[in-house]
């Protein structure tokens, strides 16, 4: 959705998708081991500063970064990924700032 690929004038190197809100992040659920075996990995910038977290010790910190990292690692790796990260807005509950936009709900298994 947030790529556009549903729409009949999809380009890939133009931004033609839309805003997505995302609610209730609280309540993803992973499969399998991956709440203990999944590790997000970052650096700080200093020498030996790799740092790491598990899914389960990220989301305690923040539920809403699991799926901005899972939607960011499926956009392009380029300007065009960074602007097409800007339409993604993530929430742990169901209050958002978004609700001025009138924002329709999306049933996924009509675009597949």
């Known amino acids: 959705l947030i790529r556009g690929k549903y729409k ?7 931004d033609c998708g839309d805003n997505v ?13 991956k ?12 020498p030996g500063g ?3 977290l598990t899914a389960t010790e ?3 910190k ?4 699991l799926i901005e990292k899972a939607v960011k690692g499926m956009l392009p790796k380029n300007t065009l990924g960074s602007a097409l990260f800007r339409n993604l807005y993530v929430y ?6 978004q609700a001025g936009q009138e924002p329709k709900a999306i049933n996924l298994n009509d675009y597949k």
Do not use: C
């Not at 009949?8 to 133009?14: A, D, L, R, S």
């Not at 923040?62 to 970064?65: N, S």
């Not at 742990?92 to 700032?97: F, L, R, S, Y």
């Open 50 to 52: 790799q740092r790491s």
């Open 62 to 65: 923040d539920p809403t970064r």
């Open 92 to 97: 742990a509950g169901t209050e958002h700032k």
């Open 58 to 60: 990220m989301f305690e």
């Open 21 to 33: 809100v995302i609610i209730n992040a609280e309540k993803i659920v992973l499969t399998g081991n």
């Open 8 to 14: 009949p004038n999809y380009t890939p190197h133009v």
């Open 35 to 46: 709440w203990r075996d999944k590790s997000y990995i970052r650096h700080t910038g200093y």
